[in-house]
């Protein structure tokens, strides 16, 4: 099979002129998703050295929509940037070049790496968000962490080297031939204005079938939004009680929340107990990383009176568990902040009716500002840290 010349490409179309534009918003699409996933790594991590903090309550929702939105309006600039500037790959290296055939190297390398990471990076992103995981031999948080510093390096690195070219492209006119390679000169069918547009259109397409999931009144075109909005209280359902297998548990009339401070069971509240508390409604934000979110009303007992009655430290960070037999998240830190904080609850109320079965009967800790993953659901105790 003959390898392709760069010279085989005569359009027009794949020029710096293009691949500069469409870069520099697939830059900034990249640039929001590192950062809105540093946010949510750092929500993420238990006892982070700077606490997260508690406020705005719809923070985490908006980083995460953001995170979710523009990795999806990503994914046809990245296969635009790709098509326009896949001749290069075909370009000859003299091997007798030398020093210059180092940096030609290096330069094709990180290149390489960006390509992959990008590609990894939206790829398995997608999947979590459609909550399909056909990885098994690595967890998804962790990897896809890790791989955002390599891919950010590498766009550093490339947009380093270019710099002068991106320049020259971005401030020539976009028909400006100037820096074309020589064989680029067939018209086609579309003009490079028209192809910018289109794919202006097609990440703005994308943004409009995802943002609903974050975006209550765009859920009627947000096609490929992974929740609808749809579920008891309006807040939809991410897992069932049955996939957790706490049915029996979490319906047992004879459950009860023990309150562990020290080591020591301190109390051991049944649901009658906590109803016969002082009740608080809050106005609060489910958002999970999959960039979904909803705005539910739950009413329950603030977490601060119930360690408060067990004479608990009112500065130390709590362990709660789940019901849940297993899982990595049968156990979270609820930090010292998110604990002392008034709108922080054991919710046994939604929208004005009991909790489902579904959404954490017979309580569940709602708290602002926090992912959604760890607000856990069908308590089993609240355990005060030394």
Known sequence: ?????????????????????????????????????????????????????????????LTQGLHVVTGCAAVPLLLVKLWSVYPLLFERVDLRAGRRLVGVGLERASIAVLVATAIFQLATGLANAAQWYPWREFSFRTTHYAIAWVAIGALLVHVAVKLPRIRAALGADVDSDALDRPAARSAGVLSRRTLLRSTWVAAGVAVLATAGGTVPWLRRVSVLAVRSGEGPGGVPINKSAASADVLDTATDPAWALQVVVDGEVRSRLRLADLRAMDQHEVDLPIACVEGWSAEGRWSGVRVADVLAAASAPADRDVVVRSLQPSGPYRATILPAGFAADARTLLALDLAGEPLSVDHGFPCRVIAPNRPGVLQTKWLASLEVTT
Do not use: E, N
């Open 1 to 61: 099979m003959k390898i392709p010349h760069p010279d085989d490409f005569t359009s027009r179309l794949r020029s710096p002129a293009v691949a500069a534009r469409v870069g520099l918003w697939l830059g900034i699409c990249f640039g929001t998703c590192f950062l809105t996933g540093l946010v949510s790594h750092w929500a993420q991590t238990p006892s982070p050295v700077v606490p997260f903090p508690t406020g705005p309550a719809w923070g985490y929702r």
